[in-house]
């Protein structure tokens, strides 16, 4: 397994210096998000073979329009009550029906840029 360590003063941070291709081999998606979950940025970790007619996520509602398996309002709910807070660190699994896996997500603050990630991570259904 390989660790990822990095903070925002590493110059060398190894996630910059990944290629697209290597990005994309990383086990989990990220999503970068503003307080009203909109997407500020995003590593799509399913590509799909023809991206050509792939529109961009960038600055469209995450749990409405990119991801919308999270739009549960739970999920939703936990995401909102972190901003609110100020203090968003939260981790669970879920399952949706319409997935045919489950997932782990982890909702965390970046108190520097005022922005909350999202990391999800394909499990396998029990």
Not at 91 to 109: E, G, I, M, Q
Request: proline share 6%; net charge neutral; aromatic share 12%.
């Amino acid at each position: 397994m390989t660790v990822f360590a990095f903070d925002q003063s590493d110059p060398e941070n190894p996630l910059g210096q990944l290629k697209d291709e290597d990005l994309r081999r990383i086990p989990y998606g990220a999503a970068e998000l503003n307080a009203e979950g909109r997407v500020v940025s995003y590593n799509d970790t399913e590509p799909e073979e023809n991206d050509d007619g792939k529109i961009s996520p960038i600055g469209r509602n995450f749990f409405g329009e990119v991801a919308r398996w999270a739009g549960n309002p739970i999920i939703v709910e936990e995401f909102r009550k972190g901003v609110s807070s100020g203090a968003l660190n939260v981790v669970f699994d879920c399952a949706n029906a319409r997935l045919s896996y489950k997932v782990r997500v982890h909702f965390k603050v970046s108190p520097i840029l005022g922005t909350y990630w999202v990391f999800i991570k394909r499990l396998r259904r029990a």
